[in-house]
């Protein structure tokens, strides 16, 4: 235990004990400053970044060494409003405190990242992100809609590869503002008048930039507007690190503009060369066909049944007649035994006939009401009676029976 009151420090000792004090004070461990960039130089040799933080009052020195500037996303310069997380800590040989910066962002980026992360949660609940609602691309496209900035670096790059790879190809721009104030409304109309306009396939490029720069497509209208057109859409919007709303929702994800041509229209090269091989593919299939066919010909020229078409007519002929003169005979005796059945049925018929039988000598007698009588059980005197002869019939009276 150090007596303050009676020790007497050396320099370092002090400088050490400063020090100490900053790294082992819970405080000065994780603080979120906000100030003015001042003396932004960039990287320097040994990848670091030395810079101040200064405000009306103050300037306080800061570094962000190397392995946390990996991951630095912006491009940042003299006069930006940023908010720094990090921790004080002191540099014993200049007696120096600083303030070691563990990530950076410009002033406001929070609220920007926090409102976009809650957008992309309540879209996805919505099931706008799914694979199932994106379209396919068409694999040779005509008439291709382009929403970019005009005279920007992505309207060149999407021109040059697109006329590159498929001159088959009409591009179509439709010009809009980006970023900044009215731009996610002016990207809403164009990506609407692109969408009626007869395009098969849509690009909408941007080609990066910070998350300011982008906050247009992140705009709800923006994003719903893209999951609503009719027409597939490829986005360049940001890269892989900074991705927009409008890279999620949109057909196809591009992280440049010069990929964008390339998902966008095929290469002339590789379809041409793909075209020559299948022509090789069917010159092979024709020949190998023709020589099969070749090879049938010739059998069927050395067959000796077609040698002599005549004489295998005739032979036909022949067969044919044979085949008409036993079909006759086959009718004919069929006929015949049809004829004899029907005569041997006719007979039947004739020989069961009441009236064949009277004309025979027999009689039928029947009562006064028409009934035969089959028995002389049936009898009674002085019975009214009709006897039916084979020629006529005659009413008769039986007295006594």
Known sequence: MIDFKNYVFSVTELNQLIKDI?????????????????????KNISGHIYFSLKDNGSVLKCVLFKYDSLYLKDDFKDGDSVVLTGLISSYVPSGTYQ????????????????????????????????????????????????????????ERDIEFNISRRWPLSKINFYYSLVQGEGASK?????LIKADQGNNDVLILGRGGGSIEDLSAFDEEIVVRTIYSL?????????HEINKSISDLVSDAYASTPTQAAE????????????????????????????????????????????????????????????????????????????????????????SLNPKNILEKGYTIIKDDKNNIIKSSNYLVDNL??????????????????
Do not use: C, M
């Open 22 to 42: 900053f790294d082992n004070t819970p405080y000065f461990k994780n603080l979120r400053i906000k100030g003015e960039l001042s003396n932004w130089k960039g």
């Open 99 to 154: 303030f070691i910066v563990k990530k950076i962002e410009k002033e406001g980026e929070g609220d920007i990242l926090l409102k976009k992360k809650e957008l992309i949660e309540k879209l996805d609940k919505e099931g706008l992100f799914l694979k199932e609602h994106k379209k396919e691309l068409p694999r040779f496209p005509i008439n291709i809609g382009v929403i970019v900035g005009k005279n920007s670096a992505a």
């Open 186 to 190: 002016d990207i809403v109309e164009n």
């Open 230 to 238: 009719k027409t597939p859409l490829i986005s360049a919007i940001g």
């Open 263 to 350: 998902l966008a229209v095929p290469d002339k090269e590789v379809i041409i060369e793909d075209l020559k091989q299948l022509k090789d593919n069917l010159d092979t299939t024709i020949n190998r066909y023709l020589s099969d066919l070749s090879n049938k010909i010739d059998l069927l020229r050395n067959n000796k049944v077609l040698t002599n078409l005549e004489n295998a007519f005739d032979v036909y002929i022949e067969r044919i007649n044979n085949y008409q003169i036993n079909l006759n005979n086959i009718i004919d005796n069929k006929i015949n035994l049809l004829n004899k059945d029907l005569l041997h049925k006719k007979d039947l018929i004739d």
């Open 384 to 401: 009214d009676g009709t006897i039916v002869f084979g020629d006529k019939e005659v009413e008769v009276n039986i007295k006594k029976r």
